[in-house]
């Protein structure tokens, strides 16, 4: 099956630095995802990305859909400590397969921001 | 939209017994999914409906595991006869492709059961 590989598995940084981590995988994808989980709680969604090249913003946050369909980053700018939480990316396939619709998940990466 | 939930919130069993677990999807997206997560892992497909149709079903979904959609709206996931390797969180998820022309899953809080 498909897998992604996500990067870097934590990072801790200083509350108003720049984060970037990001996403690989040997399988095409039609859609990326990226999910933000706190502890004990669902993922929640951030960025959908739907086509290759996109480049999406929410808020803070930027995401881009790699034009080769294998790979995305996500951008987290001026961090604060509600960032703290672990990221994570999903791909899709193409809705002509039969997994159409589902997600693939990297392993997230753990973000922790120092005040 | 109030947003999928998911009950119980957690729950604690002994081996050999059954659990079961309800999701209430976001009211008229008619495709329902269910997701295992693991302590350091992302979320493992399990299994989707498309309204009352269960569509797909992971190798991940042994026999003791089974989940229904009987309605279309609400799904219960059951699991007999637990076992320790059964302790995870299971995630609940749910999209309107029909109506957004996207698949895009908006998650439950989870259920996280624990088998001692």
């Known amino acids: 099956g498909q897998q992604l590989n996500q990067s870097p598995q934590s990072m801790f940084i200083q509350e108003g630095e720049d984060v970037s981590m990001n996403c690989t995988s040997s399988?095409?994808?039609?859609?990326w995802l990226w999910y933000k989980q706190d502890p004990g709680e669902g993922p929640v969604l951030l960025i959908a990305l739907y086509k290759a090249g996109e480049l999406t913003s929410n808020g803070r946050l930027t995401a881009q859909f790699g034009i080769t369909r294998k790979d995305s980053f996500l951008n987290i700018s001026a961090s604060i400590p509600s960032d703290v939480g672990i990221y994570f990316c999903a791909g899709q396939l193409l809705p002509s397969n039969t997994n159409a619709g589902k997600s693939t998940f990297g392993d997230g990466t753990t973000l922790t921001v120092k005040p | 939209d109030t947003g999928v939930s998911q009950n119980p919130r957690h729950k604690i069993t002994k081996r050999g017994q059954n659990v079961t677990f309800r999701c209430d999807p976001i009211s008229e997206h008619n495709r329902l999914y269910w997701y295992r997560q693991t302590l350091g892992q992302g979320p493992e497909f399990l299994t989707y409906?498309?309204?009352?149709?269960?569509?797909?079903k992971s190798r991940l979904l042994s026999d003791r595991f089974s989940a229904e959609r009987p309605k279309g709206s609400f799904s219960t996931l059951e699991i007999q006869r637990t076992e320790q390797g059964d302790s995870a969180m299971y995630l609940c998820?749910?999209?309107?492709?029909?109506?957004?022309?996207?698949?895009?899953?908006?998650f439950g809080p989870g259920t996280r059961l624990t088998v001692l």
């Open positions: 998820a749910s999209s309107s492709p029909a109506r957004t022309s996207t698949d895009t899953q908006y």
């Open positions: 399988s095409i994808f039609n859609t």
């Open positions: 409906f498309q309204n009352e149709a269960q569509l797909e």
